[in-house]
C-alpha cells in the first residue's frame, strides 16, 4: 500500500510492502530507485542506510512521471523485483543506534 506520492520529474513517496515492511522511492534522473527497510522499523523513526534490507532500480522513460497511477503500478511491481542487501539482516546494531533507540523523544 502506497501511502504517499508526489508526481512529477522528482517523483517520490512511502508505504508498506504486502509483509508489513516499509519502503520509500524516488525519482532522480531518469531512475526510480526503491529501499525497503527492516519489517520493525519503527514508524517515528527516519531510516538510515542500517535499515535497508532490499534495494530496487527502473529506468522510467516509458511511463508518465505526472500519472500517480502508473507512479504506483510501477513501484507496485518493482517490490517483488528488490535485491536484498548483503549482510542487512546480520542483526548487528551500532553502538550509536542501541542508545538512540533507548531514548524516548
Known amino acids: ?3 504517499d506520492v508526489t508526481t512529477g520529474p522528482y ?4 508505504g508498506l510492502a504486502a509483509d508489513g ?3 520509500a522511492f524516488r525519482v532522480v534522473g531518469s531512475t526510480v530507485y526503491l529501499e525497503l527497510y527492516r519489517a520493525d522499523l519503527s514508524t517515528d523513526v527516519v ?3 542500517g535499515d535497508v534490507v532490499a534495494t530496487a532500480e527502473a529506468r522510467v522513460t516509458d ?3 505526472d ?3 502508473s507512479i504506483v503500478a510501477m513501484v507496485r511491481d518493482m517490490i517483488p523485483a528488490a535485491v536484498p542487501v548483503p ?8 553502538i550509536v543506534r542501541a542508545l538512540l533507540g533507548r531514548m524516548s523523544w
Open 21 to 23: 515492511g516499509p519502503f
Open 87 to 94: 549482510g542487512a539482516n546480520s542483526g548487528e546494531t551500532t
Open 67 to 69: 500519472d500517480e497511477r
Open 11 to 14: 517523483a517520490n513517496g512511502f
Open 47 to 49: 531510516p538510515d542506510r
Open 63 to 65: 511511463i508518465d512521471l
Open 1 to 3: 500500500m502506497i501511502e
